[in-house]
């Protein structure tokens, strides 16, 4: 069995801004990927991206540069 560790969490309001989210991440070769919303979180679209914690501000940042909006940001345990 994988051990859970602490991973940072990015809902959307919508599937297309989530998908937009993907498409950046990968062009600018940013870790992360789109996961299901996790049971503990509910709110969004359905999908999230998962990344490491540590990332959170850069990715706040470019995300608002880019005008990806997001609906919240998570800590949670994955």
């Given at each position: 069995?994988?051990?859970?560790?602490?991973?940072?969490?990015?809902?959307?309001?919508?599937t297309t801004q989530?998908?937009?989210?993907?498409?950046f991440c990968q062009k600018e070769e940013l870790p992360g990927?789109?996961?299901?919303?996790p049971g503990v979180v509910s709110a969004g679209c359905g999908l999230c991206w998962c990344t490491l914690p540590e990332k959170e501000k850069v990715l706040e940042t470019?995300?608002?540069n880019k005008k990806?909006?997001?609906d919240q940001i998570y800590h949670v345990m994955l």
């Amino acid at each position: 069995m994988r051990k859970k560790t602490m991973k940072l969490v990015i809902t959307f309001h919508t599937t297309t801004q989530a998908i937009a989210m993907e498409e950046f991440c990968q062009k600018e070769e940013l870790p992360g990927r789109l996961i299901p919303l996790p049971g503990v979180v509910s709110a969004g679209c359905g999908l999230c991206w998962c990344t490491l914690p540590e990332k959170e501000k850069v990715l706040e940042t470019k995300m608002k540069n880019k005008k990806i909006e997001f609906d919240q940001i998570y800590h949670v345990m994955l």
